[in-house]
């Protein structure tokens, strides 16, 4: 069992930087595939950033380049460093954690359905 709780969210500019946490507790992140989701109104939750145990992330093609997924597993703590923000990464941003499904499958292939735990969500806002 993992609880999630996200912050760093707010308001930038286009182009600009946010970063984004996510501290877990309840049990060491290091046995968990982490990521990011985000939502935008009326839409589906798209996958912006995955990794597996090992740490390797992958990226959607719409933030590859800017946004950088890393992992603290001493602090039990996920980021997303957020780059050259553009006003269409408007949306609220989840960290989400799987342990059971991301053993047996490619992080990869994970849909928004596998992922087993997830936070309350924190908006970023960015204006162009």
């Known amino acids: 069992q993992v609880s999630l709780v996200e912050s760093g969210g707010g308001s930038s500019q286009s182009g600009g930087s946010l970063r984004l946490s996510c501290l877990a507790s309840?049990?060491?992140?290091?046995?968990?595939?982490m990521g990011w989701f985000r939502q935008v109104p009326g839409k589906e939750r798209d996958r912006v950033a995955v990794?597996?145990?090992?740490?390797?992330?992958y990226y959607s093609d719409s933030v590859n380049g800017r946004f950088a997924l890393s992992r603290d597993n001493a602090k039990n703590t996920i980021y997303l460093q957020m780059d050259g923000l553009k006003p269409e990464d408007t949306a609220v941003y989840f960290c989400?954690?799987?342990?059971?499904?991301?053993?047996?499958?490619?992080?990869?292939?994970?849909?928004?359905?596998?992922?087993?735990?997830w936070g309350q969500g924190t908006q970023v806002t960015v204006s162009s």
């Open positions: 990794a597996d145990t090992s740490g390797s992330p």
């Open positions: 989400v954690a799987d342990k059971k499904i991301c053993a047996m499958n490619d992080v990869r292939d994970l849909g928004v359905e596998s992922w087993h735990y």
């Open positions: 309840g049990s060491s992140i290091k046995d968990y595939c």
